[in-house]
């Protein structure tokens, strides 16, 4: 198919430009020789035409095949850098899905550790709500650890009443401690 259009380029540009009609002139008066000479000068002119236009032809091929293979150049680099944004997206995606997983992960252990304090901290409260009440009982019961520091005081200078008022006596504050 080539081929025949560049043919029919040829045949076209042959016709139209390098057929140039000489003015009439009278064959008679020529010579064999003039007349061989003329058709010769003709046919040098044509075949300059014609080597003028298979160079520029030749140039007009050469650029094209230039320009293809830089057209096919670029579409390697354009395929290739498809390919690595490609590659990119991928890892990106794969990298945010990493991260919400991470903060579903942290988001529900931040929730069970506050679930955790809220819990301590009640323990927290009773324990000290605990110690309180211990503390005014220990108050309220020091009374009778300063009484039983007196008596002792006092058994070491009675020594005859000894261990039996001692023990009655403590017998009796435990049970109304109590």
């Given amino acids: 198919m080539a081929t025949a259009s ?19 002139r009278e064959e008679d ?4 020789a003039t007349r ?3 058709k ?9 035409a014609l080597n003028a236009q298979k160079e520029e032809f030749e140039l007009k091929m050469e650029s094209l095949q230039q320009r293809r293979e830089e057209l096919e150049r670029k579409e390697y680099q354009l395929k290739s850098s498809l390919l690595k944004f490609d590659k990119f997206l991928k890892e990106n995606d794969s990298k945010r899905a990493r991260a919400l997983k991470k903060a579903t ?8 550790k506050t679930r955790e304090i809220e819990i301590l901290a009640k323990k927290v409260a009773q324990l000290t709500s605990s110690l309180e009440r211990q503390h ?8 009778y ?15 005859w009443m000894g261990n039996a008022v001692l023990s009655t006596g403590t017998k009796k504050i435990i049970s109304k401690s109590m």
């Fill in 145 to 159: 650890h300063q009484f039983l520091d007196r008596v002792l005081e006092s058994a070491e200078e009675v020594s």
């Fill in 6 to 24: 560049l043919e029919e380029y040829f045949r076209t540009t042959f016709r139209d430009k390098l057929f140039v009609k000489m003015p009439e």
């Fill in 105 to 112: 992960a942290e988001q529900e252990q931040g929730k069970l």
């Fill in 36 to 38: 061989l000479l003329e």
């Fill in 136 to 143: 005014q009982r220990l108050e309220k019961l020091s009374v």
């Fill in 40 to 48: 010769r000068r003709e046919m040098n002119e044509v075949e300059q």
């Fill in 29 to 32: 008066h020529l010579t064999a």
